[in-house]
DNA sequence: TAAGATTGAATCGTCAATCTTG
DNA sequence: CAAGATTGACGATTCAATCTTA
């Protein structure tokens, strides 16, 4: 009712902040990011003494369990989270270094494998003990046993909308397949 | 007990595939690392109109929410997960796109602020509704509350292990002040 | 003509070295 | 000399164009 102090915020340079810089989803997608950014950024170190990244790391593993150790490139960037070039560059540093080779497609020959070498495999079961203790402490341990339960879950929930490809469900519909396990 | 036989896998190539390949512990990494690829794809498309990404936007965003919308560089870069010289470089493109300007610290002359110019809060404030609608779409919306809400506490923990430096606690113990609530 | 794969050009980010000021 | 910030050289990845085979 006075005729001072109408607006108490007078001064203030930046008046009312927007509320949607607040809002409570970026929040959300903001740790999400982030616990990645972290969790990424530490894994490197275990792979130092293969002289690869995590995007060959992931590649790598994939080779490793699939039969013959072998994927058509494809197959493989599909898979991954990389373009087909940047696949292609990839697999260029991977032959280099040994621990991949190409095989031409006998049945299509616009096509090639990716073939973990023997070192390949070698060297990847190298690092794995030491791999899965930085996932273990920095990840799954953090976790107690229900927590992780639900974390889990609530990834494939996400990863299912995010990146329908690599969902299982998909995954099988579009090979025409049984309903499988996921296990990445 | 019989002379033939003794090895049933005689002709398999693979012999036994190493059971540490098919550890659980690889499935939870790799849930992770591809839900927040999938993710940040997606936003990736909300950040056209400004023509910048995903590192950008937590700039712009950590900016926006700051007092006076202006942060030390060092601070930026240590808030972000960039390097010293890759917040340079995002600030330079930035501040080329007229979303951010440069001002020198009056106290220290060896310092810059990284400051939102108002056509930077403008152009944010524009896509933020597009941006909220997808991270709710991909993600908040597709958890149910419980479910979200135990997401949210894993990342937390999970952060604090893996980035410290992102912990509100950790942060709180550094600058000396009472245990904050965590916005980010 | 389309599919599988690669290449050239460009972008984005890092590391190590550097410059300036405290 | 240490701290804040930037720069040069380089690596990894993407997009669009290309080459080869189906």
């Known amino acids: 009712m006075t005729t001072r102090g109408e607006r108490v915020e007078e001064a203030s340079v ?35 003494p293969l002289g690869v990244n995590g995007s060959a790391l992931e590649v790598l593993l994939r080779l490793a369990r699939s039969p013959e150790r072998r ?3 494809s197959e493989l960037a599909a898979q991954s989270t990389l373009t087909n070039s940047g696949l292609t560059r990839l697999v260029d540093r991977l032959q280099v270094a040994g621990l991949v080779a190409r095989e031409p497609c006998a049945t299509d020959r616009r096509g090639y494998f990716a073939v973990l070498t023997p070192t390949g495999l070698d060297q990847l ?41 690599s969902d299982p469900g998909v995954a099988a519909r579009l090979a025409d397949e049984p309903e499988p396990v996921d296990a990445a």
Request: glycine share 2%; charged share 30%; with cysteine.
């Open 71 to 73: 994927l058509r490139m």
């Open 14 to 48: 930046d008046a009312v902040p927007h509320p949607l810089l607040f809002d409570e989803r970026l929040t959300a997608a903001g740790l999400l990011v982030e616990t990645c950014a972290g969790f990424r950024e530490l894994v490197e170190v275990d792979l130092e």
């Open 125 to 165: 079961e190298q690092i794995l003990p030491a791999h899965l203790e930085t996932v273990d402490r920095v990840l799954t341990s953090v976790l107690d046993p229900d927590e992780l339960d639900a974390f889990e879950r609530a990834l494939r929930k996400v990863r299912a909308v995010v990146r329908p490809a």
